[in-house]
T-cell receptor
Framework: KNQVEQSPQSLIILEGKNCTLQ??????????LRWYKQDTGRGPVSLTI?????NTKSNGRYTATLDADTKQSSLHITASQLSDSASYIC????????????FGTGTRLTVIP | DADVTQTPRNRITKTGKRIMLECSQT?????MYWYRQDPGLGLRLIYY???????NKGEISDGYSVSRQAQAKFSLSLESAIPNQTALYFC????????????FGPGTRLTVL
């Protein structure tokens, strides 16, 4: 069964600290993996996309990694800011099937001053 | 102007009432989607449409119907609302390319009393 699991469910960190969010998946055959950021009261917005051949990709203070062998991805946030407070959702796309997107339940990050 | 808009943004209704949520997009995408989001369950697909003449059921279509009035418009109806349909509803669009990034609207918060 195609599944996407994220951990932790929630996380509280101090402003300026780093953190890492995890995403494990069983989706097969794999096409790509996206991390979305969802601010409270808003729709999710894509942060980065990882394809099979990519191990690391950065977007400012956000760095995503992908290990396609172990089917794991992480999102590392450096020097956190209050504006990083949001839910982060991992979405995996399968190569086949019309309805081929699988969503994680998200990690709720709170950055406190 | 926002690329994906949803109306209304908030709605409170009573059990048994008919409700329509509307979505419009200016991104020129062929594909449109309706999701609901519940705490702890993440985003779940209700219906999706790959073009004006195409409608497909998603993971949780029971109790919902949709209409694709034009390439830019996709509406979701609850024929007889019930309390467990209280949720946050998101419309999204995407192109048909391999990346398949979803662009989400701002969401509609629906409460069924």
């Amino acid at each position: 069964k195609n599944q996407v699991e994220q951990s932790p469910q929630s996380l509280i960190i101090l402003e300026g600290k780093n953190c890492t969010l995890q995403c494990n998946y069983t989706v097969s055959p794999f096409s790509n993996l996206r991390w979305y950021k969802q601010d409270t009261g808003r729709g999710p917005v894509s942060l980065t996309i990882m394809t099979f051949s990519e191990n690391t990709k950065s977007n400012g203070r956000y760095t995503a990694t992908l290990d396609a062998d172990t089917k794991q991805s992480s999102l590392h946030i450096t020097a956190s800011q209050l504006s990083d407070s949001a839910s982060y959702i991992c979405v995996v796309r399968a190569l086949t099937g019309a309805n081929n997107l699988f969503f994680g339940t998200g990690t709720r990050l709170t950055v406190i001053p | 102007d926002a690329d994906v808009t949803q109306t209304p943004r908030n709605r409170i209704t009573k059990t048994g009432k008919r409700i329509m949520l509307e979505c419009s997009q200016t991104k020129g995408h062929d594909r449109m989607y309706w999701y609901r989001q519940d705490p702890g369950l993440g985003l779940r697909l209700i219906y999706y449409s790959f073009d004006v003449k195409d409608i497909n059921k998603g993971e949780i279509s029971d109790g919902y119907s949709v209409s694709r009035q034009a390439q830019a418009k996709f509406s979701l109806s609850l024929e007889s609302a019930i309390p467990n349909q209280t949720a946050l509803y998101f419309c999204a669009t995407s192109d048909s390319g391999p990346d398949n990034e979803q662009f989400f609207g701002p969401g509609t918060r629906l409460t069924v009393l």
